[in-house]
């Protein structure tokens, strides 16, 4: 009696805040942009609201209006008319549009529920995270969902909001800065370091963030490198907002820290084998423990740490490495070094994947924590690197990224 008291009574909780923020946001937002469609009628007669259907509770079709705009955040604004109505929910499962002539399969689970206008699936969305999927957030919210998660998850949708990109048709590659980098999903990136090791065709593959963008104003011998790799992916939240302001929208942000975990997952599937090069003394052997430990049957042939004179001690190094020859190399030097060190002596070093990957060790090894998932969902991990090292990153991100996309907004005026 006491459990069923306490639900009901969490159930009227939930109910008085949905309401209370509903109204809010009408009065804030739905009510003072309807003045402005209603006030773009009078001059240029384009229509208010735009008609649609959607996926209520339970696969109910439901027919709903939308503001006449094709601004994501503008356009979903009459939508919380419905959730007073009782059709949709202030937080909930992501909004599924019924696409005519088209036969979906419906996850039962999923479709039982009213969808929400702010939903886990646009917050991932909008940050372009790897390797993630609709039906996916949907469950992961439904398995997670209170009064507590759902207001965090309102919170996390304001600098969602930010990212987002209306944008469905993408490039193949873009072009930024005068540097050409792969516009792909996670899962497509690594069937290409794939093919390279199983077809035996040597290849460098390198990762892009706006500091490594900065560097290339200073660096002509870095930016004719980064022109000659064969892959480069795009990594961090400043890229996704490079892209948008471009109108060429990312596809997913292929990070080397995401990208690891599957990468080695496919190495133990295909038999592949890795060696660790960078970082400090005791750093790679230990990312070869935990690896081996996480994956078991992974072949890392050998490792060694970044401190040795790249004058003089390469071409021991580089025979080590041949001694052992791994089919796939990860370089830890840092940018633009690594790329430089792969690209001088990509033809002599015996592998066919060879991999600039910045920070990873330390990530893998334990020494720096990665930023929580939350803070990563909506784009904040560099927060969470300069309160780790403030002294190394306040200057990289608080200066340097700012920088970037200024860079970012003058080159494409230009062009």
Request: charged share 25%.
């Amino acid at each position: 009696m006491l459990v069923k008291g306490f639900k009901a009574l969490a159930f009227f909780v939930r109910k008085v805040v949905e309401i209370g923020l509903t109204l809010l946001f009408l009065l804030l937002f739905t009510l003072p942009f309807g003045i402005y469609f209603f006030i773009r009628k009078l001059f240029t007669r384009k229509n208010v609201f735009v008609k649609d259907s959607i996926y209520g509770k339970n696969a109910s079709v439901k027919r709903v209006i939308y503001f006449n705009s094709t601004k994501y955040y503008l356009r979903n604004l009459p939508l919380f008319f419905y959730v007073l109505g009782g059709q949709v929910q202030l937080v909930g499962p992501s909004i599924k549009k019924v696409m005519p002539g088209k036969n979906e399969v419906k996850e039962s689970y999923i479709y039982s529920k009213k969808p929400g206008i702010f939903n886990l699936w646009f917050i991932w969305e909008s940050s372009r995270i790897p390797g993630k999927n609709q039906i996916a957030a949907d469950l992961e919210y439904l398995s997670k969902k209170n009064l507590f998660y759902d207001l965090l998850l309102i919170f996390k949708s304001i600098p969602a909001f930010f990212y987002y990109q209306d944008f469905r048709e993408f490039k193949p590659a873009i072009s930024l800065l005068g540097v050409n980098f792969l516009n792909i999903d996670m899962a497509k990136a690594i069937d290409i370091i794939d093919k390279s090791v199983s077809k035996k065709q040597k290849s460098s593959f390198f990762f892009m963030n706006p500091d490594c963008f900065n560097k290339i104003f200073t660096d002509d011998d870095y930016l004719k490198v980064l022109n000659s790799a064969d892959y480069i992916f795009p990594d961090g939240i400043g890229i996704t907002i490079a892209c948008k302001m471009i109108k060429a929208p990312l596809k997913e942000n292929i990070n080397g820290t995401d990208l690891f975990p599957h990468l080695c997952e496919r190495a133990v599937k295909k038999g592949y084998s890795i060696y660790l090069l960078g970082a400090a003394p005791g750093i790679a052997e230990t990312v070869k423990e935990n690896t081996q430990k996480e994956y078991p049957g992974i072949r890392i042939v050998g490792f060694r740490d970044g401190y040795f004179d790249r004058e003089k001690e390469t071409g021991q190094v580089i025979s080590c490495i041949n001694q052992r020859h791994p089919d796939i190399l990860l370089v830890a030097l840092g940018a633009p070094a690594q790329e430089k060190w792969i690209s001088r002596h990509k033809a002599e070093i015996d592998s066919y994947a060879l991999m600039g990957v910045g920070g990873l060790f330390d990530f893998y090894s334990g020494k720096n924590k990665r930023a929580p998932r939350w803070m990563r969902e909506i784009g904040l991990e560099w927060v969470y690197r300069i309160m780790q090292e403030p002294g190394r990153m306040w200057k990289r991100y608080l200066f340097g990224n700012p920088l970037f996309l200024y860079r970012v907004w003058k080159w494409n005026r230009k062009k």
